[in-house]
């Protein structure tokens, strides 16, 4: 068995708690520095150095999104901006956008986690990888990117979009192994079919790394039969570096935490109390490595379950179960995290739309679709199909700049839309049935 960091992948149990409670000691000093945490222990009467063990963790309260959205965009950060020298943040031109900054140290230490990632995968130094995902301020860029160079992979950084390039790139350097998000992997095994060519036949693919959006067991199986390789589960949250987090190894059996870098809670997101081992609830992470801008006991909103027993690869660290879907109304499209208050934020900003509308998510020839009914004013009906057309097109322009991804918007008339008896329903995911249900 070989491991990208054979010492810290096989500690056992007790040098691993050891290990933990050592870093979250440095990591509580740290915080202390933010302007934020500071507050936070002075109003819940902490000393950093009291903290001992997990239970003494639990005194200190959850950090939320909305936490890091009110405290954007330096609230969090425990050294002065010389220091810094990245940031990655959320998409959306109204609210605040989560960001999350990054030290040289940082950097190398998130870099080191993903080559350790992909290691576990099976990917060498010997692999041609292809980074098949949006760069820019999305993690997954980046991330696997400096990743993979770690690794001493030749890297590929093809972005996200024009499938039929990343086909020839395949094709031209002898790519063995991608990463890409799930859904995006159906739209692009059609495309090798519209180019008459077999991945299994006419490509050197031996991995596909996927992730970032929830997918079923049942998805990964089509996903390797499509393909003729296996495909490996891929876990990370910006506020948590990126990419990272929890990756499966060789054998498939879950995502191994890497919890030399990351204390993990799972608590019942109702009433946040910690659930029985191996029980499904809301994933908290802790930082235990990060400098620039630790965090402590994130709410991911992402519900899954440790599973229980060791794994046959002989790593320690905990695994667990893919992702079934999150506590709070987020979803993925696309591979873009999107609220559905930022569609309303957009929408109820315009005089001319109505009260209602709905957003719809859909698989349409094997590519992900979201696209908006809007009920529209009745004074917006001048009779001008031209003035229609046009509040369309700005909808969809507005709306693409808040979410990214360009949706379908259909206007419709006023209280035309069916009203649902008590909360509103205002998101309908039709998309494939192979994948998990984000409702
Ligand atoms: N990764 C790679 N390619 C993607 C993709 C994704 N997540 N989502 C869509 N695409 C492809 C489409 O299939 C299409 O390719 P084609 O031209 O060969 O048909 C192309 O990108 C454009 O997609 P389309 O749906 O027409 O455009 P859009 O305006 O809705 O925006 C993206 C699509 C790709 C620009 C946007 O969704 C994006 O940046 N996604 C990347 C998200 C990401 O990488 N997240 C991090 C994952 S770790
Ligand atoms: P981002 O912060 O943009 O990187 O998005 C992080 C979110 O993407 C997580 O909180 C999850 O909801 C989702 N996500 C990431 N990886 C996976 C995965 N392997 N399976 C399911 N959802 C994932
Ligand atoms: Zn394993």
Not at 288 to 295: D, H, V
Request: net charge neutral.
């Amino acid at each position: 068995m070989t491991y990208w960091e054979p010492q810290s992948e096989t500690l056992s149990r007790s040098e691993l708690t050891r290990l933990q409670f050592d870093r979250l000691g440095k990591t509580l000093e740290r915080a202390a520095k933010s302007p934020y945490y500071a507050e936070v222990f002075k109003r819940h009467n902490i000393e950093p150095g009291s903290i001992r063990g997990l239970d003494d963790l639990r005194r200190i309260p959850f950090t939320t999104k909305e936490d890091l959205r009110n405290h954007f965009p330096y609230g969090l950060l425990t050294t002065p901006i010389k220091e810094i020298v990245r940031l990655h943040c959320s998409s959306g031109t109204t609210g605040n956008p989560i960001v999350v900054f990054y030290n040289q140290h940082d950097l190398a230490a998130w870099a080191n986690l993903v080559a350790r990632s992909m290691f576990a995968a099976g990917v060498r130094d010997t692999d041609v990888f292809q980074n098949i995902c949006g760069y820019g301020l999305f993690t997954g860029g980046l991330g696997f990117q400096y990743g993979a160079e770690r690794l001493g992979a030749l890297t590929i950084p093809a972005g996200a979009g024009n499938s039929k390039r990343q086909i020839k790139l395949m094709q031209d350097f002898g790519t063995t192994v991608i990463h890409t998000i799930p859904s995006y992997l159906m739209r692009f095994r059609a495309v090798f079919d519209e180019m008459c060519l077999d991945p299994c036949k006419h490509t050197k693919l031996r991995i596909i790394l996927t992730g970032a959006e929830p997918h079923s067991e049942e998805t990964r199986q089509r996903v390797q039969k499509l393909f003729g390789v296996k495909a490996f589960n891929s876990y990370g949250l910006s506020e948590m570096n990126g990419p990272g987090v929890a990756f499966e190894c060789e054998h498939q059996t879950g995502m191994h935490v890497w919890e030399d870098s990351y204390i993990l809670e799972v608590v019942d997101p109702d009433t946040l109390e910690p659930v029985e081992p191996g029980k499904t609830g809301e994933l908290v992470f802790t930082t235990l490595t990060r400098e620039a801008q630790p965090i402590l006991r994130y709410r991911t909103r992402d519900l899954t379950r440790v599973i229980p027993g060791d794994c046959p690869c002989g790593r320690t660290h905990a695994r667990i179960d893919r992702i079934q879907g999150r506590s709070d109304d987020m979803f993925i499209i696309k591979g873009v995290n999107v609220f559905p208050i930022q569609i309303e934020r957009i929408l109820m900003s315009m005089p001319e739309v109505g009260n209602d509308y709905l957003i719809v998510l859909d698989t349409v020839k094997g590519a992900d679709e979201v696209s908006v009914q809007v009920e529209v004013r009745p004074e917006t009906f001048t009779g001008s199909m031209d003035a229609l057309e046009k509040l369309r097109q700005r909808i969809v322009r507005d709306l693409h700049d808040e979410i990214l991804v360009t949706p379908k918007v259909e206007l419709v008339e006023p209280d035309s839309l069916p009203k649902s008896e008590g909360k509103a329903v205002r998101v309908k995911d039709l998309r494939n049935k192979g994948c998990l249900s984000q409702q």
